[in-house]
């Protein structure tokens, strides 16, 4: 982590949204967004999600998401981000495919995000240092075995990781409804 960047902590009740087409560039920010990771959205529109991605992100983790989003899989992910400015900022972020409504196509990917809680920072953190080390030091199939092992030690899959982490409740699952219920025609 960059020694002058600072947290930007996030209101839960905010909703963060980006949509993207197939390769990752961005088509959409919604202003939450914007303001948040400090861009313009004519600095964001045309360029790559990965605009926002911290160096302190383990590598297999995207590696994950994006094998989960091109198999037309949904997935949930705790993902550190950076702003503009070189500040940071935990979310917790559903993954969805987009489609197109008249030939059923994936055409996208939409993102909805709220901020992540402290305990859930703090649970993510100590892996995400582990898989970094791993990346850093033996490179991301090392890491990505790693990941795996870990997973398994704990006799779950990756979505039951995270569930439990993240929580199964409710009010959390009806956050990310709403948001997609709110931004389906963005």
Do not use: C
């Not at 495919?97 to 809680?117: C, E, F, H, M, T």
């Not at 791993?134 to 779950?156: P, R, V």
């Not at 929580?167 to 990310?176: D, E, M, N, Q």
């Amino acid at each position: 982590m960059e020694q002058s960047s600072k947290e930007i902590h996030i209101d839960r009740k905010r909703m963060i949204v980006s949509r993207t087409d197939l390769k990752g560039v961005i088509e959409y920010a919604n202003k939450d967004f914007m303001d948040i990771s400090g861009y313009s959205l004519d600095e964001l529109i045309n360029q790559p999600h990965n605009i926002v991605r911290h160096p302190d992100m383990p590598s297999v983790i995207f590696k994950l998401m994006w094998k989960r989003i091109q198999l037309s899989q949904d997935i949930f992910a705790v993902v550190k981000n950076r702003a503009k400015n070189g500040d940071y900022y935990w979310v917790t972020t559903k993954f969805e495919i987009r489609r197109d409504p008249l030939s059923n196509k994936v055409n996208g990917y939409i993102a909805y995000r709220q901020g992540a809680d402290k305990k859930l920072v703090a649970d993510i953190t100590k892996l995400y240092n582990e898989l970094l080390l791993i990346e850093n030091t033996s490179g991301m199939d090392a890491s990505e075995k790693y990941l795996i092992g870990y997973l398994d030690s704990q006799n779950k899959t990756y979505d039951q990781f995270i569930d439990d982490i993240v929580g199964k409740g409710w009010l959390f699952k009806s956050f990310f409804k709403m948001m997609a219920t709110m931004f389906a025609n963005k």
